[in-house]
C-alpha cells in the first residue's frame, strides 16, 4: 500500500502536493482522554507525519464509554502509549510519540511543534500551555466539555488569561459531546496545517438545549 492509496480521498480533495505538505508537520496533543483520543483518531490518520501524545494517566474503566481509542483490554495500561499504538496500527505513515509525564515536564524537553492542542481537563494546565505556547511562539488550539457543552478557540494573538483560572472540578458528560468538540477541534487543526484559511482568537461556545437542539456561539477573544 501506498501514501497516495491510503489517502486517495483527502488528496481528491486538495491535491498531493498539500497531502504531502502534510506529513512535515508536527504537533503535540496534550491529554489523551476523551477529546485527545478523539483527536488521535481523527488527526493520526490524515497523514501529519508525527504526532506527540503526552499523558500521565492511566486507563479506567470509567473512562473507556468516550475515550474511544480504548478497549477494555487497555485498562490500567498509560493513555499516551494506548492511544500511540492503535493509531500506528491504523496508519503506517506516522510517527507517534508518547510521554508518560505530566505537561510541566514535557514542556522543558526543548521539542518544537507547528501545532499544540489542548486535551486535558483543568484550567491550570491550560494556562501552562498558553504561557509554554506564547513562549515559543507556537499557535494552539483549546477545547473544553462539560455535560450538554463545550468550547473550542485557535489561540495566536489572544491570550488564554481571560479565563478564570481555578481548579474546577467537570461535572458528568456523554461520549457524543466529547467527540463533537474533539472533531471540531480537529477540523479547525487540520485547515490550519493543510494551509487553509482558519478563523483565530475566537471562541466557539456550543452547546444543546432542552429539546436537543444544538447552539453555536461566537466570541472574540480580547488579547492581553
Known amino acids: 500500500m501506498t501514501a497516495e492509496e491510503y489517502f486517495n480521498r483527502q488528496i481528491q480533495l486538495w491535491g498531493e502536493a498539500t497531502q504531502k505538505g502534510l506529513q512535515n ?6 491529554g489523551a482522554g476523551g477529546l485527545g483520543c478523539t483527536l488521535a483518531m481523527a488527526l493520526g490518520t490524515s497523514g501529519i507525519g508525527e504526532i506527540h501524545m503526552v499523558d500521565f494517566d492511566a486507563v479506567s474503566s470509567h473512562n473507556i464509554h468516550r475515550q474511544i481509542a480504548f478497549t477494555l483490554d487497555d485498562e490500567g495500561l498509560n493513555k499516551a502509549k494506548a492511544v ?15 510521554f508518560d509525564m505530566y505537561f510541566k515536564d514535557f514542556k522543558n524537553m526543548g521539542n ?3 501545532l499544540i492542542l489542548d486535551a486535558t481537563d483543568n484550567l491550570p494546565v491550560r494556562s ?32 488564554f488569561q481571560v479565563f478564570n483560572i481555578s481548579d474546577h472540578k467537570p461535572g458528568g458528560i456523554t461520549a457524543p459531546i466529547v467527540m463533537h468538540l474533539g472533531s471540531l477541534q480537529a477540523n479547525l487543526a487540520l485547515r490550519y496545517l493543510a494551509g487553509l484559511t482558519v478563523a483565530k482568537d475566537k471562541l466557539y461556545y456550543l ?18
Request: with cysteine; hydrophobic share 40%.
Open 25 to 30: 508537520k508536527k504537533i503535540a496533543v496534550i
Open 128 to 159: 501552562e500551555i498558553d504561557a509554554y505556547a506564547k513562549e515559543t511562539n507556537t499557535p494552539w488550539i483549546y477545547a473544553s466539555v462539560e455535560e450538554y457543552n463545550g468550547q473550542v478557540c485557535f489561540f495566536e494573538k489572544a491570550s
Open 84 to 98: 500511540a499504538k492503535l493509531i500506528e496500527s491504523k496508519n503506517p505513515f506516522v510517527k507517534m510519540v508518547a
Open 112 to 114: 518544537s511543534y507547528d
Open 207 to 224: 452547546h444543546f438545549n432542552d429539546e436537543g437542539e444544538l447552539i453555536t456561539q461566537k466570541f472574540g477573544m480580547p488579547t492581553v
